[in-house]
Structure formats: structure tokens, C-alpha cells
């Protein structure tokens, strides 16, 4: 009796991976980068990290409670909403902005469609998306890296002529010495933070390769087939965090090979045709958000067909 066939519903193939894991990855990666965020824009960066994520782990137990559910915040998906929020908002914007955003990303993208897994779109992008059409000015205070808060323009504001101001070196724009975002502090880091979730398996380099490649490929065809636009457009804005932890979101990105591959692809697109012809510098959230809402479609078309299935 010990060698009967048991009959069971899919998955057969199970893995050891569970949300606490693949979540911790996440900080875990992001934390290089977090501290260079505080690094260069001090106790202002704090404030805007603190205040996302304690909103966000509070808005999910709250919600939870109220609708007599299980409460899971110890799954950390919460702290990395909460964080990857803070990282697209500036260091100087007043702690009430975070709070508000972090509120929206989890009651209303996340938790209203059913909880984690099942967002239609990146809840940390929807909230910014939010926050800049809500409180644009809020959103866009750019400061120097410092002690002192000296308002600037971000690079990809001067590479596109809506700002005026030296552009920064390569060098800084690698390391993360520039006006922005927090999460715009460092690309060498957030690199690093990408290839840990790649050894880890929490990822794979698909989305991101494919994403971040077209979007070089199409600037050095956009800005005259010059080299120094290029790299400077690859490693200025929120390429980096954006094609590294937030298109490759397990619940608003396509799950085949060749959808992913897509998506990464309508991503780069998007995201050089708004920075270069588009009236906002940056287009990276509004290319993801854009191809969230397209993944399901993706996913329609490119899914491997089930075995003996029948139109």
C-alpha cells in the first residue's frame, strides 16, 4: 500500500521558497542602497523611509483586522512596498506625503483586489503616481546631496532642457551624488542589490537585461548616436530600481519566458519615447504601470498551451 499512486491537484513540483524569503531577499538587497540614501541626504531621507514603511506595515494590519483576516505583516511584502515607495519619493518632501502614499499602495492597490498577489499593478508605483498628480510640487523638490537642503535639478531634467544646471560626471551619476529621488542614490549598489536576488533565485536577470537594454539602445539612437547620453540616460532617474525590483513584481508581471520578455521590451520602449518626446523627464513608472495593466493580455497570448486542451 506505501507504493500507491496518489492522485493530487497541481503543483507537483514544489519549492522551498515562501513570501518571508523572497521578501527578506528584497530588503536585503535594497539595503545598500538605502543606506547610501541616507548617507547623502541625511536625516531627510530617514524620515521619508520611516514613515512609508510604518505606514504601510500599520494600514495592512489595520485593513486586516477589519475584515477579520489573518494578519501578515511579519511577510515583510509590506516593508518592501513601504521602502520601494520612499526610494521614488525626494528626501525633502514633508512626512505626511510618504504616509499618504503608503496608506493608498496598501489599502487601495493592494488590499481592495484581494491582498498580496493579487495587485494588478505595482503598488509602490501606482502610490507615486498618485502623489505626483496629486502634489506635484511636493514631488518634485529636488535637493542637492548634503547636509544642507539646496534645491537642484535632477539630470535627466537637464539632459531634457526643462531645467537649467550642469550635468553631473558619470562617475557621480554611477555612485549616486545627484539630486532625485532617495532611490535615485546610487545605481552601482542597487546593481549590486540585483545580482543578490539574482544568486538568490528571487529573480531572474530577464526582465531587467531586456528592460534596461532597450532603453540604451533607443538613447544612443535618440541622442544622436552619442555614448555619454547614453550611459548618462542608462544611470540617471529610476531605470535601475525600477527595471531591477519593480517590473520584475511576481503579481503584475507576465509569467512566461517569452511575456516577460515582452514586458520588459514594452517597458524600454515607453520609458525612452516619454523621457525623449514625452513632456515629464522621467518615464519609468508611468512604462511599468502602463505594462501592468497590459500583462494579463501578454500573458493571454504568450502562456504555453495546457496539455490536451481544446478550443
Request: net charge positive; proline share 5%; glycine share 10%.
Amino acid at each position: 500500500m506505501d507504493n500507491r499512486l496518489i492522485v493530487s491537484s497541481s503543483p507537483h513540483i514544489r519549492a522551498d521558497e515562501s513570501v518571508n524569503r523572497i521578501m527578506r531577499d528584497v530588503v536585503i538587497a535594497l539595503m545598500p542602497a538605502t543606506l547610501a540614501g541616507i548617507y547623502f541626504f541625511r536625516m531627510g531621507a530617514v524620515k521619508v523611509i520611516l514613515a512609508a514603511v510604518i505606514a504601510a506595515v500599520v494600514t495592512e494590519a489595520v485593513i486586516q483586522k477589519m475584515c477579520k483576516k489573518t494578519v501578515t505583516i511579519n511577510d515583510w511584502s509590506a516593508v518592501v512596498t513601504g521602502l520601494l515607495l520612499a526610494f521614488n519619493i525626494p528626501a525633502s518632501a514633508p512626512m505626511w506625503i510618504p504616509v499618504i502614499g503608503s496608506i493608498f499602495a496598501i489599502a487601495i492597490v493592494k488590499q481592495v483586489f484581494g491582498g498580496l498577489g493579487h495587485n494588478f499593478m505595482n503598488p509602490a508605483l501606482a502610490a507615486r503616481a498618485m502623489l505626483l498628480a496629486s502634489w506635484p510640487v511636493q514631488m518634485t523638490a529636488w535637493v542637492k546631496p548634503g547636509v544642507d537642503a539646496v534645491s537642484t535639478a535632477t539630470p535627466l531634467a537637464i539632459m531634457g532642457g526643462e531645467a537649467a544646471g550642469e550635468l553631473p560626471s558619470i562617475a557621480d551619476l554611477i555612485v549616486g551624488n545627484i539630486g532625485g529621488c532617495i532611490g535615485e542614490t546610487s545605481a552601482l549598489l542597487l546593481i549590486i542589490g540585483g545580482i543578490y536576488l539574482v544568486y538568490r533565485g528571487v529573480i531572474t536577470p530577464r526582465i531587467p537585461v531586456i528592460y534596461i537594454g532597450t532603453v540604451a539602445v533607443l538613447m544612443f539612437i535618440f541622442g544622436g548616436f552619442d555614448f555619454n547620453f547614453m550611459i548618462s540616460q542608462v544611470f540617471a532617474g529610476g531605470l535601475m530600481i525600477g527595471a531591477i525590483y519593480m517590473a520584475t513584481d511576481y503579481a503584475s508581471s507576465p509569467v512566461s519566458a517569452k511575456g516577460q520578455m515582452i514586458f520588459a521590451l514594452g517597458c524600454g520602449i515607453l520609458t525612452a519615447v516619454i523621457r525623449k518626446f514625452g513632456g515629464y523627464p522621467e518615464g519609468v513608472s508611468y512604462s511599468i504601470l502602463l505594462m501592468n495593466v497590459a500583462a494579463p493580455l501578454i500573458d493571454k497570448y504568450t502562456s504555453p498551451r495546457v496539455f490536451g486542451e481544446v478550443k
